[in-house]
């Protein structure tokens, strides 16, 4: 990955790997897992997404980047995240997904989370977030679970969505 041979490209449906749980990170981080991070981030930002996971550029490991610079929070990667507690309060919010290009529909999440992660230098992280934040985090986990937020619709309306991919 060290020259523009080697860059990855956003994977999106139907590609099979989005459907396949991650594996973890293992610490200390290797060289290519830095370049798969500046790869995740780039494609993140040149495709305008609020979040993105490994899966998502072909890689199955457990780490998703947060990229809110909109509302100008810099972009942080979560390492093997994992969501310790959801609220019983829902929150519905529309979603997209880069992998699933040009489609939107509303997900029922939960409306806060305790979420548990480690940073690049292992660090462990501990953190609630609620309401887009924690949509978003809640979207990026279920992509390293093998999960999209088709998946969370009703049938019909992921069929609808998602027909174009399959046909
Ligand atoms: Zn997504």
Redesign the pocket.
Known sequence: MSNNKHQLKLVTLPAENLREPSEKVKFPLSRDFQRLLAEMLRICRKSKGV???AP?VGVNLQVVIINLEHLKVPPFPLINPKIQKYSAKKLLLEEG????PGKFAKVERAEKVDVVAYDPKGKKLEFKADGFLAHVIQ??VD?INGM??VDRLSKAERDELTKEFYG
């Open positions: 979040g993105i996971a998502q997904c880069l992998s699933v979207h990026e992509h999209l937020f």
